[in-house]
């Protein structure tokens, strides 16, 4: 099973960008994204059932970041707005095989991070 993430870069703050992450391999139940800002640890960003039928998010991105998801392309996306400098981390796309909190604990496969820098 391999998640791929892609889709950061560089924007200024209140812009735009979409970061998608697909998967190959299998299905998983839930998909999430997380993002580890420099020096501190992973935290959680959003997440959403394999049906696309229940999402939730962070308190701190809720309301700028909409997470969604392809199932004819198994690609899961995170689309984000209002960027702000305390945006600048390096996301991560993570799966649980079970219909779980998903949680940095309870992730089982891992998508490589990329990185999202947002200048002010």
């Known amino acids: 099973v391999q998640l791929q993430a892609s889709g950061g870069g560089l924007v200024q703050a209140g812009g735009s960008l979409r970061l998608s992450c697909a998967a190959s391999?299998?299905?998983?139940?839930?998909y999430g994204w997380f993002r580890q800002p420099p020096g501190k640890e992973r935290e959680f960003v959003a997440a959403?059932?394999?049906?696309?039928?229940?999402?939730y998010y962070a308190d701190s991105v809720e309301g700028r970041f909409t997470i969604s998801r392809d199932s004819a392309k198994n690609t899961v996306y995170l689309e984000m707005n209002s960027l702000k400098p305390e945006d600048t981390a390096v996301y991560y796309c993570?799966?649980?095989?079970?219909?779980?909190?998903?949680?940095?604990?309870?992730?089982?496969?891992w998508g490589q991070g990329t990185l999202v820098t947002v200048s002010s």
């Open positions: 993570g799966a649980v095989p079970s219909a779980t909190l998903v949680t940095v604990r309870t992730v089982t496969s």
């Open positions: 391999g299998r299905t998983f139940s839930r």
């Open positions: 959403i059932s394999r049906t696309g039928t229940l999402t």
